[in-house]
């Protein structure tokens, strides 16, 4: 059974800087997309930033040259890097597995992490 766990989260003043992680446990195959996504109250969720097993990775428009996604693929533990946070990127904060397998993929969710960033 795949388990994922976030940590990180917390309250921090406009421009300040959190690092997120999720680690996963259980059984993980390659190819895979690591991810994060956020859902602030009333909006839908949206993609942060994913990584490719392989290392590509996208990000949302609104967080690019702020954020950095990265991933330990030895301890399958992703990372989010936030710097110059802004108070419209206050929301709960999703990790996010996809498992690629022919004709398909599986999907998991972390249980989700606060994000608040006071102006």
Known sequence: QVQLV??????????GS??????????MFRPNVMGWYRQAPG???EL????ISGGIMNYAD????RFTIS???AKNTVFLQMNSLKPEDTAVYYCNLDLLRPGGRNTY?????QVTVSS
């Open 71 to 73: 991933r330990d693929n």
């Open 62 to 65: 609104t967080v690019k040259g």
């Open 18 to 27: 959190l690092n997120l992680s999720c680690a996963v446990s259980g059984s």
């Open 43 to 45: 909006k839908q969720r």
């Open 6 to 15: 976030e940590s990180g989260g917390g309250l921090v003043q406009a421009g």
């Open 109 to 113: 969710w972390g249980q989700g992490t």
């Open 48 to 51: 942060v930033a994913k990584i």
